[in-house]
């Protein structure tokens, strides 16, 4: 399974533009990653496998983007496209978060809401986020947060010195 994680977080950089990147490790579920020419610094990992229908590979990320001032911001790459006006629940250590987002993407509302959904990522073993798909069935997808304050740790330190 780890090396699915990497050969996916591998893929997923490929299919991006920039070649200036630093693979931090891999950690658990987790991989770090730096790119000194944006700059940004991320931590990724791919969804829990599921035998259900996925339109997308599910990947949830946080990122780091020194110029920008943004720190620990939150990403959910879903396997489905959404329902327009859908809820989007992040069950998280014992809590629902309700999350914001469109097309087949969700994210926290604000600066607070990235800072709670990483402090419980640093505690918890696994997080689901779960919504409508745009046919209106229920779906969710699973992360195991194995290695994410790692991984968050790695991504926070690579990207301290970038400007």
Same mark, same amino acid.
């Not at 994210?107 to 990483?118: E, F, L, M, N």
């Given at each position: 399974?780890?090396?699915?994680?990497?050969?996916?977080?591998?893929?997923?950089?490929?299919?991006?533009?920039?070649?200036?990147?630093?693979?931090?490790?891999?950690?658990?579920?987790?991989?770090?990653?730096?790119?000194?020419?944006?700059?940004?610094?991320?931590?990724?990992?791919?969804?829990?496998?599921?035998?259900?229908?996925?339109?997308?590979?599910?990947?949830?990320?946080?990122?780091?983007?020194?110029?920008?001032?943004?720190?620990?911001?939150?990403?959910?790459?879903?396997?489905?496209?959404?329902?327009?006006?859908?809820?989007?629940?992040?069950?998280?250590?014992?809590? $629902?978060? !309700?999350?914001? %987002? #469109?097309?087949?993407?969700? *994210?926290?509302?604000?600066?607070?809401?990235? @800072?709670?959904?990483? /402090?419980?990522?640093?505690?918890?073993?696994?997080?689901?986020?779960?919504? $409508?798909? !745009?046919?209106? %069935? #229920?779906?969710?997808?699973? *992360?195991?947060?194995?290695?994410?304050?790692? @991984?968050?740790?790695? /991504?926070?330190?690579?990207?301290?010195?970038?400007?």
């Amino acid at each position: 399974m780890r090396a699915a994680r990497l050969a996916f977080a591998v893929l997923l950089l490929a299919a991006s533009p920039a070649l200036a990147r630093d693979a931090l490790g891999m950690f658990g579920a987790w991989g770090a990653f730096r790119d000194a020419a944006v700059p940004r610094c991320y931590a990724i990992a791919m969804a829990a496998p599921s035998a259900k229908q996925r339109e997308y590979q599910p990947y949830a990320d946080v990122a780091w983007w020194p110029r920008a001032g943004a720190r620990g911001q939150v990403h959910f790459r879903l396997s489905r496209k959404l329902q327009p006006n859908a809820a989007i629940t992040l069950s998280l250590g014992g809590q $629902r978060i !309700a999350l914001t %987002g #469109g097309g087949a993407d969700a *994210w926290a509302s604000d600066k607070r809401g990235d @800072a709670a959904i990483v /402090a419980g990522m640093r505690s918890a073993g696994e997080m689901t986020v779960s919504s $409508r798909d !745009a046919s209106g %069935g #229920g779906f969710s997808n699973t *992360w195991d947060l194995t290695g994410a304050a790692t @991984a968050m740790d790695a /991504a926070t330190l690579a990207c301290a010195s970038l400007r």
